[in-house]
């Protein structure tokens, strides 16, 4: 069982009850396990059946949870240098260096990079505080936009740190003409060095101790967009553990949910052919939302071998 695990699939398909149903069953289990939610649309709290916010919270015993946001974090992250900048620039500059950063919490990428900072946060807790973590994802593209992104800020990162040591050899250099050459720190760069570093572990660790699972509904459309989404994983290193086909008509059916039965079973075949190891989550009467009515879901796991 990897410590990281990321439930993926196209929107509706079922993660988010899922991510909850593998976060019990690894409770259950004795081990230390949050679940915590990327999709900006959470609904981890709904399926669980209690509310959630951005701290992990333990909603049953050996059960910890919660909805992570961009935005959120990005917010905090001004306040913080805002506080920094209070002692380094003149009083009067403060608005508008804050006006300038509440702008940039909504620029492109600021979310998803803050987004990412959080969720490192806690991958980082894995396995000091937390022997699993179940990462309930936002659909296909965003799941793997935040999973590839580490390895894509990693050189970006070191592209500014390049050029934050460049202008410093220059400055160091008109220093020395002067006569003044002494060596000072810089915070700058070392804080750019440790943003390089954690991302580059993060990257590591996201091709050696994680993986996903994809949820799929028998329907040829998601399972399109399910291949596509391996491909990118494999492309990636990141590996794609068992697929869970959710929604699956049970056989012996008639009428409407029998013709559902035989359109299902064509991609039933391909998704037990690609993968090597699948779970069957039954079509149910009703969306299982709570701990108790989750109990079926968790069931079909342990069955599973989970
Ligand atoms: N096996 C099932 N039988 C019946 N209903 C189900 C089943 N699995 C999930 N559902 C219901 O389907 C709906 C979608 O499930 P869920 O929210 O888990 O999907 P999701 O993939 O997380 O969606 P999103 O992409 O919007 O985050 C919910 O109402 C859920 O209760
Ligand atoms: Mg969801």
Known sequence: MSELRF??????????????????REARRGLRT?????DPAHSLGDVLGTGLGEEPR???PGLWAAEISGRGQARRRVEQIVADAAD???REVLPAVRAHLERAVDSPGTVEAALLDRLTELVERVPADFDRLVVDSAP?????????LPELVTPWIEGLAGQRRRSRDTDRMFAGMLGRGEETPDPLLARLHARRDRMAALHRRLR??????????????VWAETVRALDVLGGAGIAAGAA???????????GLLGARRVAQTEVLDAVRARFGATVE????????????????????????GW
């Open 7 to 24: 439930l993926g699939g196209k929107g509706g398909v079922g993660k988010t009850t899922l991510a909850a149903a593998i976060g019990l």
């Open 88 to 90: 380094a620039v003149p």
């Open 140 to 148: 296909t593209g965003h799941m793997l936009r935040l999973l590839t």
């Open 281 to 304: 989550v039954p079509l149910l009467p009703e969306g299982p939302t709570g701990p108790d009515a989750l109990g079926t879901v968790i069931d079909i796991l342990v069955d599973a």
């Open 244 to 254: 869970v086909v959710n929604r699956v008509v049970p056989a012996g059916e008639t």
């Open 208 to 221: 050696t101790d994680a993986e996903v699972n994809l949820v799929v509904v028998p329907e040829r459309v």
């Open 34 to 38: 949050l679940v915590v939610s990327t």
């Open 58 to 60: 333990e909603v049953v």
